[in-house]
């Protein structure tokens, strides 16, 4: 389809994807928030709530792995104080000690597989649902949205930042948590085992926590900068691949690869620098961390030369210490993936609370059944969003009988593929009136109203899988010989029979293994097949030969036979036939009739009829 500048689109009205694809979502990358709070992550409640069982499952574990860690330093305690210390009790103590620490650690290996099994199970649990809400979700916007809104961008929610969202739940919330839950039981444990040593442990969290936090921010920056140039590498060759014939043709091969390749050097230097700020992080974290930890230990040992500690109770306290600083580091490390899935989630958050603008009313009118297929444009008036000042409908008005053939003609940016946009309701006009057997569009569900019409566009977008399964993308219900009495009646037959596998031949991403011609009479098989009382054809056969044309053109009149349907054709000859022609300029109608009136009155349409018959059609 072409709007009223003359941009093509879909059939859908959504701006084509194909060569922008890649660079657009390298654009999206570049626009990525950076999040310092985590609120919006908690969007992904609602999606946690869904599987309560699990989610208590996991905290459960979580808690009794943390408690089984703690009472892992008690039992330590107890095979030092009994094992080792001056005047230590006899063996059966011993192994008593023994036995224990070996109890807890049994305890804690099976707290550690349960929780790492909840845990992980919810958060493949929960990204499934968001990848399946989201796509569901874009579905149900309407091509309004995607003319504001990159489809590169709305791709790039779905994957990189689905991606972020799934590294967090997968693995960064469970150890954020758990080591959580470590740093405040082993704080807490450590101030009922020696109330001086926590003190002094007290003083040294800031010092270790500070550099963290101030450190951390050029480490995101960093981040940042690296995903966006990866994300500009990747755009480029999404492009270029996109359009490998095009470079294959021009010869541009090597400065494709060159551009390619200095874009990835680009991104490796700026992950190079990332990489190198955050070893410098970890570096001072675990240097503080551990250097606090060696002056714990001296300060312990004071008092246990002093007699205010037993051996047990200060190797008790500098296991604490050193998970507690474990945990600090371990937080720090995932602090960076936290904020970063915040503000995926910010984005992801953003596109789930789009509301498209066409969307079933609150009480909606039923179509009568079953449907006659009388059209009628009441003084319709529209723009495109985003441009009020050029309407690409002024004023239109038309009237289509049930089972009457009606063609639109005129020159590119009448508003003729508009007329099927707004019949398809994939938009509502600005004023006027669109009926359907008597029925405003607007007071019917969508869905209601397409499943009345059958689509073949000037480009009709096909699916990657068989040939019977882009035939059956018409009607899903529809048998085997249903759809191979569709491919007849297009003229389709003969081509698929001779693929390797016949209608079962997988046809390539977008069927790109068939030619135009080929991949359009499966676009019209498909239509055919559907069945549906209205037919909108919008330059059907303009990818086929003359004499496929013909052949087509004897299908399509046959599949006409019955239907009420819309045609739009630039070549004239192949509107000849129609019950009426209507000449569209500027968004109105100016000359209706047949082909034989309109040239016999020398407007627009005879002008038409001059530059593609000659002088002999006037």
């Known amino acids: 389809m072409t709007d009223v500048n003359g941009g093509e689109f879909q059939a859908d009205g959504r701006p084509g994807a194909g060569a922008e694809l890649a660079q657009n979502l390298s654009e999206a990358a570049a626009r990525r928030p950076r999040r310092k709070d985590i609120r919006p992550l908690a969007h992904l409640l609602p999606f946690v709530r869904r599987h309560i069982g699990d989610a208590l499952a996991a905290g459960f574990f979580l808690l009794f792995s943390t408690s089984a860690t703690l009472g892992l330093t008690a039992a330590f305690k107890e095979v030092i104080d009994k094992g080792f210390a001056k005047g230590a009790p006899g063996a059966g103590a011993v192994n008593g000690a023994f036995l224990l620490l070996g109890g807890v650690a049994l305890v804690l290996a099976v707290a550690t597989a349960a929780r790492f099994f909840f845990v992980t199970r919810l958060g493949e649990r929960v990204v499934a649902d968001l990848r399946r809400a989201l796509y569901g979700h874009v579905l149900s916007l309407d091509p309004a949205?995607?003319?504001?809104?990159?489809?590169?961008?709305?791709?790039?929610?779905?994957?990189?930042?689905?991606?972020?969202?799934?590294?967090?739940?997968?693995?960064?919330?469970?150890?954020?948590?758990?080591?959580?839950?470590?740093?405040?039981?082993?704080l807490g444990y450590m101030a009922v085992v020696s109330p001086k040593l926590a003190g002094f442990i007290?003083?040294?969290?800031?010092?270790?926590?500070?550099?963290?936090?101030?450190?951390?921010?050029?480490?995101?920056?960093?981040?940042?900068?690296?995903?966006?140039?990866f994300a500009d590498a990747v755009g480029y060759a999404g492009e270029s691949l996109d359009a490998l014939d095009t470079v294959q043709a021009f010869v541009r091969e090597r400065e494709a690869d060159r551009r390619f390749g200095s874009a990835v050097e680009t991104a490796f230097d700026a992950s190079v620098r990332r990489i190198r700020a955050r070893a410098l992080m970890t570096s001072v974290v675990i240097t503080l961390a551990f250097g606090g930890v060696t002056l714990l230990l001296w300060f312990g040992a004071?008092?246990?030369?002093?007699?205010?500690?037993?051996?047990?109770?200060?190797?008790?306290?500098?296991l604490l210490a050193i998970m507690a600083a474990g945990s600090v580091g371990a937080l720090g490390e995932v602090w960076g993936d936290v904020q970063k899935a915040s503000g995926a989630m910010d984005r992801i958050a953003e596109l789930l609370n789009a509301r498209p603008g066409i969307a079933p009313p609150a009480a909606p009118k039923?179509?009568?059944?079953?449907?006659?297929?009388?059209?009628?444009?009441?003084?319709?008036?529209?723009?495109?969003?985003?441009?009020?000042?050029?309407?690409?409908?002024?004023?239109f008005s038309l009237t289509v009988k049930p089972g009457e053939t009606v063609a639109l003609v005129g020159p590119s940016g009448a508003g003729k593929s508009t007329v099927l946009r707004l019949l398809l309701r994939f938009?509502?006009?600005?004023?006027?009136?669109?009926?359907?057997?008597?029925?405003?569009?607007?007071?019917?569900?969508?869905?209601?109203?397409?499943g009345t019409m059958a689509l073949v566009a000037q480009d009709s977008p096909l699916f990657s899988?068989?040939?019977?399964?882009?035939?059956?993308?018409?009607?899903?219900?529809?048998?085997?010989?249903?759809?191979?009495?569709?491919a007849d009646a297009a003229q389709a037959t003969g081509f698929i029979s001779a693929l390797p596998q016949g209608f079962?031949?997988?046809?390539?991403?977008?069927?790109?293994?068939?030619?135009?011609?080929?991949?359009?009479?499966?676009?019209?098989?498909?239509?055919?097949?559907?069945?549906?009382?209205?037919?909108?054809?919008?330059?059907?056969?303009?990818?086929?030969?003359?004499?496929?044309?013909?052949?087509?053109?004897?299908?399509?009149?046959?599949?006409?036979?019955?239907?009420?349907?819309?045609?739009i054709a630039h070549r004239l000859a192949t509107v000849l036939q129609a019950d009426r022609i209507v000449v569209m300029e500027e968004g109105r109608v100016v000359e209706e009739g047949t082909h034989g009136d309109l040239v016999a009155k020398g407007g627009l349409y005879a002008r038409l009829a001059r530059l593609q018959f000659g002088v002999e059609a006037a």
């Open 302 to 318: 004071q008092l246990v030369l002093k007699g205010e500690m037993t051996p047990g109770t200060l190797a008790q306290f500098a």
């Open 427 to 450: 938009y509502d006009p600005q004023s006027g009136a669109i009926r359907l057997d008597g029925v405003d569009l607007r007071e019917a569900t969508p869905a209601e109203v397409r």
């Open 366 to 395: 039923a179509l009568p059944s079953p449907v006659r297929g009388q059209i009628a444009f009441e003084d319709v008036a529209f723009a495109y969003p985003g441009r009020p000042d050029l309407p690409a409908l002024n004023g």
């Open 202 to 229: 007290v003083l040294m969290v800031p010092v270790v926590l500070a550099p963290m936090f101030l450190m951390g921010r050029s480490v995101r920056k960093l981040s940042a900068t690296a995903q966006d140039r």
């Open 504 to 567: 079962d031949t997988p046809v390539g991403e977008r069927a790109k293994t068939l030619s135009g011609g080929q991949r359009q009479r499966l676009a019209i098989a498909r239509a055919l097949v559907r069945q549906a009382p209205i037919l909108l054809l919008d330059e059907a056969t303009s990818a086929l030969d003359a004499e496929n044309e013909r052949l087509v053109q004897q299908a399509l009149d046959a599949a006409m036979s019955g239907r009420t349907t819309l045609v």
């Open 145 to 186: 949205y995607f003319l504001k809104t990159r489809t590169g961008e709305v791709l790039s929610r779905m994957t990189t930042d689905v991606t972020l969202i799934d590294q967090l739940v997968g693995a960064s919330a469970s150890i954020a948590i758990r080591n959580t839950l470590s740093l405040v039981g082993g």
């Open 465 to 486: 899988g068989s040939a019977m399964d882009n035939i059956r993308f018409g009607r899903a219900d529809a048998t085997e010989e249903e759809a191979r009495a569709a």
